[in-house]
């Protein structure tokens, strides 16, 4: 399709296992952003991409959690020796340019990540 | 730091009546966009309006319209006419290069 794809849209696993998230933005889309939502509560932002490159990744909460993004496209976040306050629904959005422009946020459906 | 504050965490609202949703904010920035999302079930984030900070006259869409005060950094969204498939969280949100969003405010719409 033409939106945002996120896979997969549910992963259960167990505490300290390492877990992978995968985004497929919007084609020509050049930045990428990655949220979480922990349950009942607003996005809190994880990390930005401009291109291939991440200018602010000042929200990712630990050093357990990294992203990359390659070919301007495909992003995934891992998060490694998984914790149960790593459970939420992981969000990715794109944009065809960042910040302050009049092309909004093009968000997909999300992963619900739920640690044992 | 940008701050979004929603100050109502739940609203009812009859079928076929209005609703307003609050939303102020926080930023010494000049220019800015600010955004309303809608937040059903499903997860997926479906942008209900939008509004630019530099223009004064308020965002319409369809049933939707925002009461943009930028000397009070204030941001409501009005419902008109709601629809059970209003039902839903909805996020304010202000856009520098990232967006910051409020906490989210649960709409119920009774029938």
């Known amino acids: 399709g033409a939106g945002v794809s996120q896979s997969p849209s549910n992963k259960v696993t167990e505490k300290g296992k390492d877990v992978e998230l995968r985004c497929d933005p919007i084609?020509?889309?050049?930045?990428l952003y990655w949220y979480r939502q922990r349950l009942g509560q607003g996005l809190e932002f994880l990390i930005y991409?401009?291109?291939?490159?991440?200018?602010?990744k000042s929200g990712l909460p630990s050093d357990r959690f990294s992203a990359e993004r390659t070919g301007e496209s495909v992003s995934t976040l891992t998060i490694q020796r998984t914790q149960q306050e790593d459970s939420a629904v992981y969000l990715c959005?794109?944009?065809?340019?960042?910040?302050?422009?009049?092309?909004?946020?093009?968000f997909g459906d999300g992963t619900r990540l739920s640690i044992l | 730091a940008q701050t979004v504050t929603q100050s109502q965490p739940e609203m009812s609202v009859q079928e076929a009546e209005t609703v307003t949703l609050s939303c102020t904010y926080d930023?010494?920035?000049?220019?800015?966009?600010l955004f309303w999302y809608k937040q059903p079930p499903s997860r997926q984030m479906i942008l209900v309006i939008r509004q630019e900070a530099y223009k004064q006259q308020n965002a319409t869409e369809n049933r939707f319209s925002v009461n943009f005060q930028k000397a009070a950094k204030s941001f409501s969204l009005k419902i008109s006419d709601s629809q059970l498939g209003d039902a839903a969280m909805y996020f304010c949100?202000?856009?520098?290069?990232?967006?910051?969003f409020g906490a989210g405010t649960i709409l119920r719409v009774k029938s």
């Open positions: 930023t010494s920035e000049s220019d800015y966009y």
């Open positions: 084609s020509g889309h050049t930045a």
């Open positions: 949100a202000y856009r520098g290069y990232k967006l910051v």
């Open positions: 959005a794109s944009s065809r340019t960042p910040g302050g422009e009049t092309e909004p946020q093009h």
């Open positions: 991409f401009q291109g291939n490159s991440a200018p602010d």
